[in-house]
């Protein structure tokens, strides 16, 4: 399996642009996370999904971001209208609920640093 | 979730064991210990966890004392490659998804 998938890998956008963040979790995984990391605030869950259904937004910033999940394959982090504070490195995770319905592990993708300028 | 405590950064030559402490003195009888890191421009990555019988996988081990207060991660034969922030989270272990929040974590500098 390729893991999952981000893109793109870097983003640079001036403030006041649309930002589009795009995930493609392991295949079978039926949680979906969105991450974000900073150095002030570390790692913060933003929003996860359970086949397909935003389950938990609590951790979603501001109205500026949104999150979709069109299908078990594909996720979407928006960020309408973008700030420089929004600058940070984006991680998408999946899991897995196997065994007795206890997850286990959460497999990251390689991260969209995002750099609003 | 139990909080916990790590050194902020450790060395380690090549080759030798790497033993990473972690204290969670305040962890609960259903609580995991979980172990991530996250190697330089990646995304955090599982590496092994256990409730209170140690646990040893093909990445590393993992020790937890008889009071569960506190544990360590140890890669036996540490390589440049292992040079990571690693993780030590607490958290339930009971149906569906429970949040992992990540703390600071040991920055491991493995040198030749």
């Known amino acids: 399996d390729a893991g999952v998938i981000q893109s793109p890998r870097h983003e640079v956008t001036e403030m006041g642009q649309e930002v589009t963040l795009r995930c493609k979790p392991i295949?079978?995984?039926?949680?979906l996370f969105w991450y974000r990391q900073t150095m002030m605030r570390g790692l913060e869950l933003l929003i996860y999904?359970?086949?397909?259904?935003?389950?938990?937004d609590s951790g979603m910033p501001e109205d500026r971001f949104s999150a979709k999940m069109p299908n078990a394959s594909f996720s979407t982090l928006k960020i309408q209208p973008s700030e420089p504070r929004d600058s940070a490195v984006y991680f998408c995770a999946s899991s897995l609920v196997d065994r007795g319905l206890i997850m286990e592990k959460l497999f990251f993708g390689s991260g969209t640093q995002l750099s609003v300028l | 979730d139990a909080k916990t405590t790590q050194p902020p950064s450790m060395d380690c030559a090549e080759g030798r064991a790497a033993n990473l402490p972690c204290n969670h003195s305040?962890?609960?009888?259903?609580?995991?210990v979980y172990w991530y890191r996250q190697i330089h421009s990646q995304g955090p990555q599982y590496i092994i966890h256990g409730l209170k019988n140690n646990e040893t996988n093909e990445m590393a081990s993992l020790i937890i004392t008889e009071d569960r207060k506190s544990s360590t991660l140890i890669l036996p034969h540490a390589t440049l490659r292992d040079t990571a922030v690693y993780y030590c989270?607490?958290?339930?272990?009971?149906?569906?998804?429970?949040?992992?929040?990540f703390g600071t974590g040991t920055r491991l500098l493995v040198s030749p």
């Open positions: 989270i607490v958290r339930p272990l009971n149906t569906g998804f429970q949040k992992l929040v």
């Open positions: 305040t962890i609960s009888g259903n609580e995991y």
């Open positions: 999904f359970n086949n397909n259904v935003p389950i938990d």
């Open positions: 295949s079978g995984h039926d949680y």
